[in-house]
């Protein structure tokens, strides 16, 4: 028997993090007698920043290593994951591995009555909100936590790795125990006992919050199923088409690379408030990824496809509160501000005023524990005009 646990992660700033947790789920299965081994995902490319990628552990108490390596060592997914974590609860939108083959849900590989676990702050009703249902049962569980940047030097030590680690044994003690993590934990740091303690809370939690979705819960998922050309519909040799250039002035009126959609790389997104904005222009000439779009009235749209969540523009917007990074939970499409702000202007400053309060939050960086200290984004009153 082989039980499989699934990590996903951001590129850069998670990888450390989730390479970490799963060597150290093959460690504590090992030194329960167990063999095991851990891998990450061919097809990612976790240099990129942000972009969803995955990390495997294998755990097997009947195989050889030999036999389970012959098994899952050239796997380049896995369908049957008994327990998944989720290292960022934006993820659970979906997720696209690098070379934009299609964005799958998050529980896509989930086994029948496997268990999701996300570090979250929300509830599960709001992550249900983005998860597809499946034909089968299935359990999510969450700790609560913000995306950890453990995969950086750093923000190395808010303790998410031992409470991953916490959080696996409570949805798989096949896997790995709870007091198996505290011991290896214990060994590894002698004279520090609160490493041990925060992957037992996490534990605590992940028991406390388990909860089966029944069969019919959770949103019909929007995307088709992948279909990868056939050998004999390859073109000879490499054939990268070129891009069409073009120009207009108009949301999404320049040109872009249609294979580099960046829908799912982000864990915020800016939302930026039209009315005080000076066309200074700085957003437009400073974005990396050219997500922004003239628009005959002097403004710049943003396109949300091609965005990848950086953070950059509400960096260099010189004015203040007119580009605002929000929780990327809370959206629902991807649609052009610029058009729905020409519309209804006031309508459209009172919904970006309301997804900053309600989405603009800092979370205290506190080493093992999940203690938020929110900070609300000041209400701007709308500019006339
Ligand atoms: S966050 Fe701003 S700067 Fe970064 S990719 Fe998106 S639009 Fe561009
Ligand atoms: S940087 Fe800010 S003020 Fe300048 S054009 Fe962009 S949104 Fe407007």
């Known amino acids: 028997m082989i039980r499989r646990v699934e ?52 755990v097997s108490s009947d195989l050889s290593e030999e036999e389970l390596e012959a098994e899952c060592g050239a796997e380049l997914d896995i369908d049957q994951a008994d327990v998944s974590i989720v290292l960022d609860d934006t993820l659970v939108k979906g997720v696209e591995p690098w070379a934009w083959s299609g964005i799958r849900p998050i529980n896509e590989n989930l086994r029948d009555g496997g268990t999701l676990v996300v570090v979250t702050r929300r509830t599960h009703e709001d992550l249900l909100k983005h998860i597809p249902g499946k034909p089968r049962g299935w359990r999510l569980a969450t700790y609560e936590g913000s995306q950890s940047f453990s995969g950086m030097w750093v923000f190395r030590d808010d303790f998410t790795h031992e409470r991953t680690l916490g959080a696996i044994a409570a949805a798989a003690p096949d896997v790995m125990t709870i007091e198996a993590v505290e011991a290896c934990l214990n060994n590894r740091h002698p004279n520090d006992p609160t490493r041990a303690e925060a992957a037992r809370r996490a534990f605590d939690e992940v028991v406390e919050k388990m909860k089966t979705v029944v069969v019919g819960t959770g949103v019909e998922s929007k995307e088709a199923a992948i279909v990868l050309p056939k050998w004999f519909e390859f073109g000879e040799g490499t ?53 922004f779009d003239p628009v005959p009235d002097g403004l710049y749209d943003v396109n949300y496809t091609y965005c990848v969540g950086c953070g950059k523009c509400a960096q260099v917007c010189p004015v203040q509160e007119c580009i605002v990074m929000i929780d990327e939970l809370e959206f629902d499409d991807e649609s052009s501000p610029w058009e729905t702000f020409s ?27 999940a203690d938020p200290q929110t900070v609300k984004g000041e209400r701007i009153p709308p500019k006339h005009g």
């Open 7 to 58: 990590i996903n992660y951001r590129g850069v700033f998670q990888k450390r993090l989730a390479k970490k947790i799963g060597g150290d789920v093959v460690r504590i299965a090992s030194q329960m007698g167990k063999v095991g081994f851990s891998n990450g995902r061919y097809s990612d490319a976790p240099e990129r920043s942000g972009i969803p990628s995955k990390y495997f552990a294998f």
């Open 239 to 291: 054939v990268v088409a070129a891009v069409p250039r073009g120009f207009e002035m108009r949301p999404s009126g320049q040109s872009r690379n249609q294979q580099y959609k960046r829908g799912t790389t982000r864990s915020q997104r800016p939302i930026i408030r039209f009315d005080l904005c000076t066309k200074c222009a700085l957003c437009w000439l400073e974005c990396p990824d050219e997500s």
């Open 343 to 369: 519309k209804d202007r006031h309508a459209y400053v009172t919904w970006a005023e309301d997804k900053k309060s309600l989405g603009r939050l800092i979370h205290s960086y506190v080493p093992g524990s």
